[in-house]
């Protein structure tokens, strides 16, 4: 089983939606949370990071955590057709005396306008 | 402007070639790392080092080497030895007092 578990898509949604992007994980030793956004042969872009759980808001971005059920989320509110790229999560936990950052597979994602 | 550049964008290798990936950043950042992305796979690390003249393996680092002589650079080698290249790699740099990760624009290699 990986340690984080992201679902590929594609998911495709109309300008204007709201887009829902979930990962979750087995490891209850992770404490920081992010997302990136990567758009096609570029490097990833850090959208949102968070440490705790409850939500984190950003413009149309809300980052949700979930520590007790393992599971975080990222909202995309009225959604652009900018916003089509490859959603990446990730997250960090002790190890070895680092930071050991494990990402997910990534969500693609396209809006139609 | 502050960031983190990596070159060449494309990298053609010959069949036993060693390869040198560049990798610079002028964000006074102490960590760097090197990722290696597959299509459906997440990012895997390569190697990572926090300080200068320090670095350590990663998940996957066999078939590659690195060196950290400066605290801005952060050079990654695909030896011969590495026998499935073909991917998109990533430089990434961190500064202490952060947990987040900031990336390059990355360089895809191919073999010839």
């Known amino acids: 089983q990986k340690e984080v578990e992201q679902d590929p898509g594609p998911l495709s949604v109309p300008e204007g939606a709201i887009v829902s992007l979930n990962c979750t994980y087995s490891?209850?030793?992770?404490?920081?949370f992010m997302w990136y956004r990567q758009y096609s042969r570029k490097g990833p872009e850090l959208l949102m990071y968070?440490?705790?759980?409850g939500n984190k808001e950003d413009g149309r971005f809300t980052a949700q955590v979930d520590k007790s059920s393992k599971y975080i989320s990222l909202f995309i509110r009225d959604s652009q057709p900018s916003d089509s790229a490859t959603y990446l999560c990730?997250?960090?936990?002790?190890?070895?005396?680092?930071?050991?950052?494990?990402f997910g597979t990534g969500t693609k994602l396209q809006v139609i306008p | 402007d502050g960031g983190i550049t990596q070159s060449p964008k494309y990298l053609f290798r010959k069949e036993g070639q060693n390869v040198t990936l560049s990798c610079e950043q002028n964000?006074?950042?102490?960590?760097m790392y090197w990722y290696r992305q597959d299509p459906g796979q997440g990012l895997r690390l390569i190697y990572y080092?926090?300080?200068?003249?320090?670095?350590q393996k990663g998940d996957i680092a066999e078939g590659y080497s690195v060196s950290r002589e400066k605290k801005e650079s952060f050079p990654l080698t695909v030896t011969s030895a590495q026998k499935n290249p073909t991917a998109f790699y990533l430089c990434?740099?961190?500064?202490?007092?952060?947990?987040?990760?900031?990336f390059g624009p990355g360089t895809r290699l191919l073999v010839l």
């Open positions: 990434a740099s961190r500064a202490d007092s952060q947990e987040t990760q900031y």
């Open positions: 968070t440490y705790s759980s």
């Open positions: 080092s926090q300080i200068v003249n320090d670095f």
């Open positions: 964000l006074n950042h102490d960590a």
């Open positions: 490891n209850s030793a992770f404490q920081y």
């Open positions: 990730a997250m960090s936990r002790p190890s070895g005396g680092y930071q050991k950052v494990t």
